[in-house]
Antibody, heavy 121, light 110 residues
């Protein structure tokens, strides 16, 4: 069964750091595009970052320079390192498997259940 | 930055047809995708490439595209279809495609 399980969320003070993990089963992370998407309380979905199968990484402007996406092929796990956290980073963070569509476009066909990050003093 | 515009809410009675629109300037050139999200749950893909339906998604869900607007249609709405629905596309105007989500539409089944 194809599955994604996120972990690592929690309460952190502004300016702090957190690393999220997303363990995959039923498919190979490194063979797919993989994304992080977040959802602030009561708000809509916001794309955060993607890592292509070839290893290229891209970020939303709101997190560029603060967040780093990576993967461990031996553990079949995706990560999101979050530094310099702000109150506005408070959200449920989902990892998702992406499907390449065309012209670099892609969509999310499998989602994890999410992990909650709260940034507050 | 590129935006996708959805109505905040749509209400229908059971058995009726619900239509949720999503507008964006690049939609004539880019595919649209639709996700259903129920409270406390992760999003689920219900339509891809404008009108394709993933396996396991009921046939009452369909998608269409016309110019700068794409539409998710739910025929014979059931109570279990009450959820938030998000469209998604790509902003390819920059150096790399960025995923863009619409603001979401809350579907209420009366």
């Amino acid at each position: 069964e194809v599955q994604l399980v996120e972990s690592g969320g929690g309460l952190v003070q502004p300016g702090g750091s957190l690393r999220l993990s997303c363990a995959a089963s039923g498919f190979t992370v490194s063979s797919n595009y993989m994304s992080w998407v977040r959802q602030a309380p009561g708000k809509g979905l916001e794309w955060v970052s993607v890592i292509y199968s070839g290893g290229s990484t891209y970020y939303a402007d709101s997190v560029k320079g603060r967040f780093t996406i990576s993967r461990d092929n031996s553990k079949n796990t995706l990560y999101l390192q979050m530094n310099s956290l702000r109150a506005e980073d408070t959200a449920v963070y989902y990892c998702a498997r992406d499907v390449y569509s065309h012209g670099g476009d892609y969509y999310m066909d499998v989602w994890g259940k999410g992990t909650t990050v709260t940034v507050s003093s | 930055s590129y935006e996708l515009t959805q109505p905040p809410s749509v209400s229908v009675s059971p058995g009726q047809t619900a239509r949720i629109t999503c507008s964006g300037d690049a939609l004539p050139k880019q595919y649209a995708y639709w996700y259903q999200q129920k409270p406390g749950q992760a999003p689920v893909l219900v339509i891809y490439k404008d009108s394709e339906r993933p396996s396991g998604i009921p046939e009452r869900f369909s998608g269409s595209s016309s110019g700068t607007t794409v539409t998710l249609t739910i025929s014979g709405v059931q109570a279990e279809d009450e959820a938030d629905y998000y469209c998604q596309s790509a902003d390819s105007s920059g150096t790399y495609p960025q995923v863009v989500f619409g603001g979401g539409t809350k579907l209420t089944v009366l």
